[in-house]
């Protein structure tokens, strides 16, 4: 099955500082890339995707890329803001009959300080 | 667009008793709506993915007995956790798949219920 790695677990970056978090998977069939904030007691909200036959996508601060040879794709927040602190997940998916089954990486604790 | 709930967003109870949890698309249906479990500070942990009109499939070490899912309609999955004991105490999330055409699936969440079973 899919394993999906994300690093690092916790990020902290001054305000208006950039953020960068990774994740590498092992699924060369996963074809689809969704990025996740999750906030303390909440459910995860989808913050953007991407699928495999684009290498990058950008929703103004936000921003993806995804190498399809090397197995990996990242996260860019760009002029962080102190609610831009939650913990983010990767995921990757496996198509399957039932639906799109998603891996989900160990998330990331950014942490934006003032 | 493309909101999920869940209902109760807590719930506690005495262990040995039953809790359903509802999750519904409100504004898109879905053919496939997916079960979470997670603990505090890790991941999310895929328990089962359910269709409308069919069994849901469960992973592997998740109890289909002890976890019943249904999914009656494009609309509305409900898990019932039955005969709960404190080690089922956890976050549990659904989500909801939309089809788009030319786009795939996309998986939404519901806020998420907090068991406490005393």
């Known amino acids: 099955g899919e394993n999906v790695e994300q690093h690092p677990s916790t990020l902290s970056v001054q305000e208006g500082d950039s953020a960068v978090i990774k994740c590498t998977y092992s699924?060369?069939?996963?074809?689809?890339f969704p990025w996740y904030k999750q906030e303390l007691g909440k459910g995860p909200q989808l913050i953007i995707d991407?699928?495999?036959?684009?290498g990058e996508k950008k929703d103004q601060r936000i921003a993806v890329t995804l190498n399809k040879t090397a197995k990996h794709f990242s996260l860019h927040i760009t002029e962080t803001q102190p609610e831009d602190s939650a913990v983010y997940f990767c995921?990757?998916?496996?198509?399957?009959?039932?639906?799109?089954?998603?891996?989900f990486g160990t998330g990331t604790q950014l942490k934006v300080e003032l | 667009g493309a909101v999920v709930s869940q209902h109760p967003s807590w719930v506690i109870c005495k262990s040995g008793t039953s809790v359903k949890i509802e999750c519904r698309s409100l504004?898109?249906?879905?053919?496939?709506m997916f079960w979470y479990r997670q603990f505090p500070k890790q991941s999310l942990m895929l328990m089962a993915t359910?269709?409308?009109?069919?069994?849901?499939?469960?992973e592997q070490g998740v109890e289909k007995d002890k976890f019943l899912i249904n999914h009656a309609s494009l609309t509305l999955s409900t898990l019932t956790v039955t005969s709960a004991h404190p080690e089922d105490s956890s976050f549990y999330i659904c989500?909801?798949?939309?089809?788009?055409?030319?786009?795939?699936?996309?998986?939404?969440f519901g806020p998420g219920t907090r068991l406490l079973v005393l």
């Open positions: 995921a990757a998916s496996e198509l399957t009959g039932g639906g799109n089954k998603l891996t």
């Open positions: 699924d060369s069939a996963s074809n689809y």
């Open positions: 991407i699928r495999s036959n684009v």
């Open positions: 989500s909801a798949g939309e089809k788009r055409i030319k786009q795939g699936e996309t998986q939404y």
């Open positions: 504004d898109f249906q879905a053919t496939t």
């Open positions: 359910s269709n409308e009109g069919s069994k849901a499939t469960y």
